[in-house]
């Protein structure tokens, strides 16, 4: 079992920045690949960022390449999302995913693929 528990929402205006943790309970973090999703209100879950368990890989949609950035801490067993450049459409509750995996480079990037969920924290972009 393992607990995930997200810190680093906020208020923020456009043009600015913002760096979600997630912190994981259990051993052996670095078995589990990472996912970012958010879900703003009467929108479905959208999938943000994905980070394998050696955290060599990712993997982004269009919708944030190139201003997010996830990465993570083995040592720590925290995965971040660095937001720049956030944008009124960033509005959302974003939640950090896990799945146990074998091999260190995979990437999962359907919600439906992972067994574990944090609760979740709010952004809110200001236009």
């Known amino acids: 079992q393992v607990q995930l528990v997200e810190s680093g929402g906020g208020l923020v205006q456009a043009g600015g920045s913002l760096r979600l943790s997630c912190a994981a309970s259990g051993r052996t973090f670095s078995r589990y690949a990472m996912g970012w999703f958010r879900q703003a209100p009467g929108k479905e879950r959208e999938f943000v960022a994905a980070?394998?368990?050696?955290?060599?890989?990712?993997n982004y949609p269009d919708s944030v390449k190139g201003r997010f950035t996830a990465s993570r801490d083995n040592a720590k067993n925290t995965v971040y999302l660095q937001m720049n450049s956030l944008r009124p459409e960033d509005t959302a509750v974003y939640s950090c995913?896990?799945?146990?995996?074998?091999?260190?480079?995979?990437?999962?990037?359907?919600?439906?693929?992972?067994?574990?969920w944090g609760q979740g924290t709010q952004v809110t972009v200001s236009s």
């Open positions: 995913a896990a799945r146990t995996t074998y091999y260190s480079d995979i990437l999962y990037l359907n919600g439906d693929d992972y067994t574990y």
């Open positions: 980070i394998s368990g050696g955290g060599g890989r990712t």
